[in-house]
């Protein structure tokens, strides 16, 4: 196991709570379980909560919603419950949580349009993690409703119009200040809409007892692991003292047409600072000069025809194909000639979409394969629209896996990695910030890859671990503002993250 964090879909939590209830703990326990749980986050996070407005709906995501006002009102705070189904109506569980909160004087009146007032603290505990079409007129207008008044919102489990299993908006979601989720994580909280949508993040177990979790894992329903840069660097270790370059790798950087020398020299930065003992890049001849004169640490060679770039596959350990390759013929040429080697390449930018428009390419290639797209590389991967891909990224990144044989970063908020081996699980990658919504990110990321593949990591294992050293270096250069952040930044922090002096979230 790389990471330490599983994540779930909608079904492997209602599993997860039917073993707990067969193993001995009623469902009503557990529902007051969670009301506590999300009644203390709102109080901590805040103290001065009134009035609160909680606004409910039929199922036991509504019954979670009764009970924290049963306990708001035990605490001596104004608080009013919104049906949106009609309280009579409700069964079990979230029947006996309605009459708690009517047994204490709460006030449960049907919702007809009324927006919260701006100073109050609303509640969402709507529709819970069992949405999955398109939020129904009813709750779509009280949504609208939430997210216009402006007052701070407390998600229960998800936010409503949040699916768990995809993190898609199903039309119109809640937005919330923050989400306190129970039993077990839902993985859509940390991936497209979801990072948005659920604000900050509280997990509680409900103090289920493990061997509940086992049972699900022996079941291999749990696939989704979440990556944790800090445990990940830690159990890396440290270097010999009697180290030498030739222990590290020899990264080789393939790109940098007539005018994109940038990229590749971004990628071969950023392997350069990720710690590959030696970092050589093959470019347009005219752009040597100020690539020596830019990083000297380099080694940089012209490369004009095919025959030119033989010595350099030969003595390295991996291959970075994309970053500024182009699609000409001379992008073309060298695509190909490294393809028909064995070396891990690692294929980011045109390589990508060369490889799309023509998958025969990787039909001489003898080595390992990472596959780096952006959604809209990721869409041309699989012949269909960027909407498409994006409806199940966890489904898309498989699916690029498996046509392409291929270790797989879906880039994105919430990036995925999928390893090449199908039983392996899927790992999701939560950190960075939207100032790396700028050119040439991409590029580093390929750059870090490389650099830890050449270092002795397995593909998958070099993935993630970059993925996370990455975007935990784009939060420390977030330090001083989303916006303007160059992916240059990025190598700058990438030194201190690596070797652990660099704070870390």
Known sequence: ???????????????????????????FDLMHRAALAAFRELQQRWPDCSPIEIFCGGGNNGGDGYLIAVLAAEHGLPVHVWALADPMALSGDAALAMQAAVDVGVTVQ???????????????????????????????????????????VLAIDVPSGLCSD????????????????????????????????????????????????????????????????????????????????????????????????GAALLAATAAARSGAGLISCATRTEHVAAFISARPEIMVHGVNVVADILPLLAKASVLVLGPGLGQSAWGYDLLNAALNSDKPVVLDAD?????????????????????????????RLLACSTTELQKD???????????????????????????????????????????????GMGD??????????????????????????????????????????????????LRGVINGYAALS
Not at 458 to 483: F, K, M
Request: net charge neutral; charged share 15%.
């Open 166 to 261: 995809t993190g898609n908006r199903l039309g119109v979601a809640i937005r919330a200040s923050l989400t306190v989720s129970f039993i077990g994580r839902k993985r859509g909280l940390y991936t497209l809409d979801g990072v948005d949508c659920g604000g900050v993040k509280v997990f509680d177990s409900l103090s289920i007892p493990r061997d509940v979790y086992s049972q699900l894992k022996q079941s291999g329903a749990a696939k989704i692991e979440q990556l944790n840069c800090t445990s990940m660097l830690a159990r890396w270790g440290v270097r010999p003292r009697n180290s030498h370059k030739g222990m590290f790798g020899h990264v080789l950087v393939i790109g940098g047409d007539t005018g994109m020398a």
């Open 393 to 439: 990224r966890f489904a898309s990144a498989l699916a690029i896996r498996d046509k392409y044989q291929a270790t797989v970063l879906l880039k994105g908020a919430g990036t995925l990695i999928a390893a090449a081996s199908p039983e392996s699980s899927m790992y999701l990658n939560s950190g960075g910030n939207a100032g790396m919504a700028t050119g």
């Open 444 to 493: 580093v990321l390929a750059g870090v890859i490389a650099a830890f593949v050449a270092q002795g990591c397995e593909p998958t294992l070099a993935t993630c671990l970059a993925a996370a050293v990455h975007s935990a270096a784009a939060d420390c250069a977030a330090e001083h503002g989303e916006r303007g952040m160059l992916a240059s930044d990025v190598i700058d922090n």
């Open 351 to 379: 390589a990508l979409n060369m490889i799309a428009a023509e998958p025969k390419l990787l039909q001489s290639h003898r080595g390992p394969r990472i596959l780096t797209p952006h959604p809209g590389e990721a869409a």
């Open 110 to 152: 049907a919702w007809t349009g009324a927006s919260p007032d701006p100073q109050a603290i609303v509640v969402d505990a709507m529709l819970g993690t069992g949405l999955t079409g398109a939020v129904r007129e009813k709750y779509a207008q009280a949504i609208a409703a939430i997210n216009d008044s402006g007052a701070p």
């Open 1 to 27: 196991m790389i990471a330490e964090q599983l994540l779930y879909t909608a079904s492997q939590v209602r599993e997860l709570d039917r073993l707990a209830i067969a193993g001995g703990i009623s469902g």
